[in-house]
């Protein structure tokens, strides 16, 4: 007894909108352009402040923490 292979019954709505689906890339290239000397200098130079800024940015203590080291001493 074989088993037929049943025909796919293909939708005319499916058929119809076919012409708009478009196939999607799995990759998406992403590359940075490219950048003058100039441009680069100046990055460079925000990146250095940032830096510095985020290195020596010390948060000082609460008003709640000195009052309560000035009590201890």
Same mark, same amino acid.
């Given at each position: 007894? $074989?088993? &037929?292979? *049943?025909? *796919?019954? /293909?939708?005319?709505?499916?058929?119809?909108? !076919? =012409?708009?689906?478009?196939? %999607? /890339?799995?990759? @998406? +290239?992403? @590359?940075?352009? #490219?950048?003058?000397? #100039?441009? /680069?200098?100046? !990055? &460079?130079?925000?990146? +250095?402040?940032?830096? %510095?800024?985020? &290195?020596?940015? %010390?948060? $000082? $203590?609460?008003? #709640?923490? *000195? +009052? =309560?080291?000035?009590?201890? =001493?």
């Amino acid at each position: 007894m $074989p088993l &037929r292979a *049943k025909k *796919k019954k /293909v939708s005319a709505k499916k058929e119809k909108y !076919a =012409k708009f689906h478009k196939e %999607k /890339v799995g990759t @998406s +290239d992403l @590359s940075m352009p #490219e950048l003058t000397a #100039e441009q /680069v200098k100046t !990055a &460079r130079a925000q990146e +250095d402040q940032l830096a %510095k800024f985020w &290195r020596f940015n %010390k948060n $000082p $203590p609460t008003k #709640e923490i *000195k +009052d =309560k080291k000035k009590k201890t =001493k």
